[in-house]
Structure formats: structure tokens, C-alpha cells
């Protein structure tokens, strides 16, 4: 089975690569259709089903993945997140999300002010492409979690879920 990515991130295609070890795994620039910077829990879902859904538009023989990372705020104070979105060959879609953490108000206001998580990271870290390697969650974890393992666990989420439903529909078919 074909599984295309909606991203040329390296962290994305590895987790994907990872969870899917005998699929033939391509990745692909695909359209998120949201901000820059997703700025809500339903903005940045949206972006992975619409990086999902431009895939099979793409490629309708595969199944299409689309990974999403973006901040949501909660009682004032902003929080990391991401979503995963993942539509199979009987195009049902199938999301989750994965860990969340509070972002420093030295990040969060410069997020608020209209600047890319990604491009503060690079300042604030002091080096380039953090979003390419261990991403924000590797800088505020103490590298215990990187971003490849952030998505490798919503990867994972949504494979066991359609798993589940692919399994479940065989057995009631028989």
C-alpha cells in the first residue's frame, strides 16, 4: 500500500516511514489551507486533513497523511500542538493529536505579534531549521522528546485507529 505524506519535513516523513515500516512511504508539498502559524486546536486539525485530503487528490490509489503543528491557548497562556490526519482508501478520515506543552511567554509574544513558531525557535535556540530537526518540543522537553517521537506518537494514534475500523468492518462483513 501507497502512503503519501502532505510534507517534505524530515521530522514528518520519518515518523511516517517509522509506523509504516514495509509501506512505500512518498512525501508531498501539500496544502495546509490555514495560517502560517495555525493559532487553535481547530485550525491546526483542519491544516492535516486539508494536507491529507490534497494527497489523494494527488495520488487517490494511496492513503493520504497529513501531520500539523500549531499553538492553542487555554486560560491565556499558549500551548504547543499538533494534529495528524490520515485518510485511508475508503476515504474515512481519521485524526488525533498528540502531547502539549506551555510555551514561555518569551515565545508566546512574539506568536501573538504574527512571527512563525519555527522562525523563534531558530532565534531563540540560536540555530537554524529547529522546526527540521528537534522542533520546539526537543528544546522545552531537554531533547527527552523530539519532534520526529511528537509525531511518531499521532502517527501512531492514527494507524491504530484505522486498524481498528479496517479490522472491525472485515469481521462484520463475514
Not at 502559524?37 to 485530503?53: H, V, W
Not at 485511508?88 to 504574527?114: C, Y
Not at 472491525?168 to 463475514?174: A, P
Request: aromatic share 6%; proline share 3%; hydrophobic share 40%.
Amino acid at each position: 500500500m501507497k502512503i503519501i505524506i502532505g510534507s517534505m519535513n524530515k521530522t514528518k516523513i520519518e515518523a511516517v516511514k517509522e509506523v509504516f515500516p514495509t509501506n512505500q512511504v512518498l512525501s508531498y508539498s501539500a496544502e495546509s489551507s490555514v495560517s502560517a502559524q495555525p493559532f487553535s486546536d481547530e485550525e491546526t486539525r483542519t491544516g492535516a486533513i486539508n494536507r491529507a485530503k490534497d494527497c489523494i487528490a494527488m495520488h487517490p490509489d494511496a492513503m493520504g497523511i497529513g501531520l500539523e503543528g500549531g499553538v492553542m491557548e487555554l486560560n491565556g497562556q499558549l500551548f504547543l500542538c499538533n494534529w495528524g490526519a490520515m485518510i485511508d482508501l475508503k476515504k474515512q478520515v481519521h485524526t488525533a493529536s498528540g502531547a502539549r506543552i506551555l510555551l514561555p511567554e518569551e515565545i508566546s509574544t512574539p506568536l501573538r505579534n504574527g512571527v512563525e513558531l519555527g522562525d523563534i525557535m531558530d532565534s531563540y535556540a540560536k540555530r537554524q531549521g529547529v522546526r527540521h530537526n528537534e522542533g520546539a518540543i526537543g528544546i522545552f522537553t531537554n531533547n527527552l522528546v523530539s519532534r520526529k517521537n511528537m509525531f511518531l506518537h499521532v502517527v501512531t494514534l492514527l494507524r491504530g485507529q484505522w486498524e481498528y475500523w479496517h479490522d472491525s468492518n472485515l469481521k462484520s462483513s463475514d
